[in-house]
Nanobody
Framework: QVQLAESGGDLVQAGGSLRLSCNAS????????IGWYRQAPGKQRELVAQ???????KYADYVKARFTISRANAQNTVYLQMDSLQPEDTAVYYC????????????????WGKGTLVTVSS
């Protein structure tokens, strides 16, 4: 059974940086897509970034110049490096695993992590 475990959320000041980690276990397919979503209180969960098995990335416009998604070699670990954080980035960040087709606007999620909280102060 697939399990996703996120870590790295913290309280930081505006302009600071954080690196989130997602450790995935139980994956049996090699052509999966993994990504990061976030959800602020009272708002809909939204895609932050995704990474396909062949290395293609997709970012939300508001984070494209500040965030980077990457995968560790020979490990089922995915990172989200976040720089120049702003208060608007405050949210619970979720690791997600699923699939992606280019006819779709974003990945299709089959599994969710439990989330890690990122709080950015002014």
């Amino acid at each position: 059974q697939v399990q996703l475990a996120e870590s790295g959320g913290d309280l930081v000041q505006a302009g600071g940086s954080l690196r989130l980690s997602c450790n995935a276990s139980g994956i049996r397919r090699s052509d999966y897509t993994i990504g990061w979503y976030r959800q602020a209180p009272g708002k809909q969960r939204e895609l932050v970034a995704q990474l396909t098995s062949n290395g293609r990335t997709k970012y939300a416009d508001y984070v494209k110049a500040r965030f980077t998604i990457s995968r560790a070699n020979a490990q089922n670990t995915v990172y989200l490096q976040m720089d120049s954080l702003q208060p608007e980035d405050t949210a619970v960040y979720y690791c997600a695993l699923g699939s992606f087709l280019w006819v779709d606007t974003e990945m299709r999620v089959n599994y969710w992590g439990k989330g890690t909280l990122v709080t950015v102060s002014s």
